[in-house]
């Protein structure tokens, strides 16, 4: 776990350290596999989703033939179901999917959050790529807590007791 902390807080570091002035000066637009858009803000410290103000976010980029991404979907449908009032969870599809593919999909595995495909992410990718120096890999996790604040990055897969414990570390911060 010290492990996880200590990379955590590195990825924090170079997230928050890239240009101030660029990041509060982006707004990408997302639309989701139902065509609802949400605007995307940066700030200095993360970025606010406009119409999910008030809840902790995680925003997770994942691909439809990713083993580990596909075992995660199941862990984000209960933490979805179990804190729907403080909680949005923003999958991007990062595999190639088109919008009417992932709607399929989604239905099919029961996801029960927003989807959202790269061809409708805008410039999310290229943005979360920029500021928080991603690669690529998948899952990848961005966690914000109620107030646009990123608390957690995380490459790679984790389980869903440990998902479980973050939303309880982000409720209580104030």
């Not at 492990?3 to 170079?14: E, R």
């Not at 595999?95 to 989807?115: D, E, R, T």
Request: proline content about 3%; overall charge positive; some cysteine.
């Amino acid at each position: 776990m010290k492990k996880i902390a200590a990379f955590t807080f590195l990825l924090f570091s170079m997230f928050t350290s890239l240009h101030a002035a660029s990041a509060t000066d982006t707004a990408i637009k997302i639309t989701d596999i139902n065509n609802k858009s949400y605007q995307i803000i940066g700030t200095e410290e993360g970025f606010k989703v406009k119409g999910l103000e008030g809840k902790i976010v995680f925003l997770e980029f994942f691909g439809h033939k990713c083993p580990p991404c596909l075992k995660t979907i199941p862990h984000l449908i209960k933490l979805q179901e179990k804190h729907k009032d403080k909680l949005a969870i923003i999958a991007v599809e990062v595999q190639g999917y088109s919008s009417s593919q992932l709607k399929k999909f989604a239905k099919n595995k029961g996801m029960n959050y927003i989807v959202v495909s790269n061809e409708k992410a805008g410039s999310l990718v290229d943005y979360i790529s920029q500021r928080a120096q991603w690669q690529g890999s998948i899952p990848f996790l961005v966690a914000l807590d109620a107030k646009g604040v990123v608390q957690f990055v995380q490459a790679g897969m984790l389980p869903e007791s440990s998902l479980e414990e973050l939303i309880k570390q982000l409720k209580d911060i104030k």
